[in-house]
């Protein structure tokens, strides 16, 4: 199975394969506490955000982060006393789907109003606050959803510098009717009376809107008022005192013992070989699965890649026969799925025997990935989720039952513009760094139907030349993501050469996106559009049409499969 890496002439076929990040295998494997832990320079300045259920948690942890100081999301149950041994400098409490007035809405401990640390309550966590104080919320006879003005009343504090008629985003159908004793009112908008109000004693603070979003103009100004002049905030989250904190804490796990990771070539595993060599040198093993699926070029660039410009060994492993025999026949998009991921955890526990012994796995678990396997929005009352999070798509199962490691997981703490940051610190080049999302199973998925070695090839060729050209023309940091679907089961007839073609349509995917929870399709030049369809049409054979895909995300999904 194992053999030379290929080289650039030869005609194989490639595509990403699935490494071990975010695989769930608790009962297999022996893990740190799942309880997040910081160094004492993070705990100083940390900002805890209590979920209640809102699709915005984790981009709220996002911003606080975005202005260098440390935040973490946990659950709402989390108690007053837990809350005052995490010591954070602030309090956030999210939004939610729920009305604070039903008999299940989840509530928070009331004692945290009184630890005296500055609380910042948005959309249901500012009803939620008003509400325990003493306040009134009730059905709005108008809900606001989407833009509206905000007219400021107060600019002090939390809206200091914050400019009176600016667009914040809204979402909700109730409001607060009459204010907590103490609270007086910061901001208002024509439907929403009680927009943002304080309690400048106690340093209580809410807004019915969500200042996280990038459609709220000020919002950024409102979060940084918070982090800093409210709560006191210093700014020590940085990606050199991150690096600095892992490579200390990687030795100390490690110790002199092996470490193996499974590389993929994305940012994550790639940052995650970086940081681990940086820390353990040639006590880390590197295993390249290449399962064919990759997209053209691509396996033969990483080994050069790391083998000759960083050094970094890379054992890498010719599966492609393998997982192509497994696909044989298949057509249904789940059943590719499962199959890929189980033929990788035999290909994995065979090359691990072989190169091992290890005592420890490496993972790029990220911290989405934490919160959302700590279950921080189960109500334990109900045992219902308040919010459906949406799951990532490359976790793979289980590792076999006699595969026993401890799990080095250095960057768990970090979202994942935080890991892109942290790689080009690193040294890893932009390529990889700022490389867009592509799925586990790879091109195997961006085939409708069977996968067999034509249809890769076609399709890879076809993706080829999407990306030269998205390059060329300066799109591709514009596009969250940017590839070819083949469609071998359709045929349509067209002429080249005045004779008459029966052939495929290829489908053009490029959309745009924060986050990939959403998206649209791009608006790019027809120019562009026109020069990709006229080299596959006449590069790629066995393809004479090409067609855009101009579907959002919902209803459509960014893959096809």
Known sequence: MVSSPPTLSDNILSLESITLENISTAAKLTTPSDN??????????????????????????RRVRETQVYSEVLSYHTTAADLQKLNPKGIILSGGPSSVYDEQAPQCDPAIFDLGIPILGVCYGMQL?????????????????GKAELQIDDPTDLLTNVDTGITMWMSHGDSVVELPEGFAILAHTANTPCAAIAHHDKKLYGVQFHPEVVHSAGGMAMIRNFVYHICGCDPSWTTEAFIETAIREIRQQVGEKRVLLALSGGVDSSTLAFLLHRAIGDQLTCMFIDQGFMRKLEPERLVKLFEEQFHIHVEYVNARDRFLAQLAGVTEPEQKRKLIGYEFIKVFEEESQ????????????LYPDVIESADTNIDPSTGKRVAVKIKSHHNVGGLPDNLRFTLVEPLRKLFKDEVRKVGSSLGLPEEIVKRQPFPGPGLAI??????TSDRLNTLRDADLIVRQEINRSGQYQKLWQAFAVLLPTVRSVGVMGDKRTYSHPVVLRLVTSEDGMTADWARVPYELLETISNRIVNEVKGVNRVVLDITSKPPGTIEWE
């Open 129 to 145: 606050m008003a509400k325990q104080l003493g306040g009134k919320v009730e059905r709005a006879d108008r809900g606001e959803y």
């Open 354 to 365: 072989r190169l091992g012994p290890f005592d420890f796995l490496a993972q790029g678990t």
């Open 36 to 61: 997040i832990t910081t160094d004492n320079s993070t705990k100083r300045s940390m900002l805890a955000i209590l979920d209640f259920g809102s699709q915005y948690s984790e981009l709220i942890a």
């Open 446 to 451: 961006r085939i409708i139907g069977e996968v």
